[in-house]
């Protein structure tokens, strides 16, 4: 089956350096790779889709790298601050029973003011 | 207005209790889902509803049951509640396979 491996390890980073968060995947390359922000509590928030087809999307401060040879994503934050500050979710999605959706458990991310 | 609203927030139950957790979306979505979420570990997914007359078992539907009410409304119940249920439960939203997903605020469940 589909495994998601984010880093368990929280990061931690100083204020207005360039946060990188990894997400390795196996077996098949999905379909549509996401990234979600959650907040202690609270429901993940999206923020970035990048598709198979696609190597780099990028958002405002946000930077998102999909390699299907690697089986890998990298998120990157610019210019971080301390509102960063929190559970980043890798997502995968890929054309089988219905186009499910499964969840990494996310990395933890500190940006120290 | 939240697009995903859940209720209730929080709930203390104690073993052997049926509960049921609710959710309603305004997003105007086909597809509903049901995750746990565990410390540690990633959302699991539960049920799944692509529209109003189609259910799905996700990976730990055992001791879960689902009932979609309407194409807004998404209901799960713990029908004999047990501690190991004690998680945080999301209920969330998308409109086609791969896209986006919108998610409720959680219900925090504990089970005694």
């Known amino acids: 089956s589909q495994k998601i491996e984010q880093n368990s390890e929280a990061l931690n980073i100083q204020e207005g350096k360039t946060a990188t968060l990894t997400c390795n995947y196996t077996?098949?390359?999905?379909?549509?790779l996401q990234w979600y922000r959650q907040d202690p509590g609270r429901g993940p928030v999206f923020l970035l889709l990048?598709?198979?087809?696609?190597k780099e999307k990028r958002k405002e401060r946000l930077k998102v790298t999909f390699d299907t040879t690697l089986k890998q994503s990298l998120f990157h934050i610019t210019a971080s601050q301390p509102a960063d500050s929190a559970t980043y979710l890798c997502?995968?999605?890929?054309?089988?029973?219905?186009?499910?959706?499964?969840f990494g458990a996310g990395t933890r991310l500190f940006v120290k003011a | 207005d939240a697009d995903v609203t859940q209720t209730p927030r929080n709930r203390i139950t104690k073993t052997g209790k049926r509960i049921m957790l609710e959710c309603s979306q305004t997003?105007?979505?086909?597809?509903m889902y049901w995750y746990r979420q565990d410390p540690g570990l990633g959302l699991q997914l539960i049920y799944y509803?692509?529209?109003?007359?189609?259910?799905n078992k996700g990976e730990i539907s055992d001791g879960y049951s689902v009932s979609r009410q309407a194409q807004a409304k998404f209901s799960l119940s713990l029908e004999s509640a047990i501690p190991n249920q004690t998680a945080l439960y999301f209920c969330?939203?998308?409109?086609?396979?791969?896209?986006?997903?919108?998610f409720g605020p959680g219900t925090r469940l504990t089970v005694t």
């Open positions: 997502a995968l999605a890929r054309n089988t029973g219905g186009f499910k959706t499964i």
């Open positions: 077996n098949y390359s999905p379909a549509y």
């Open positions: 990048i598709r198979e087809n696609e």
């Open positions: 997003k105007g979505h086909d597809r």
């Open positions: 509803s692509f529209d109003v007359k189609d259910i």
């Open positions: 969330a939203t998308d409109g086609f396979g791969g896209s986006e997903q919108y």
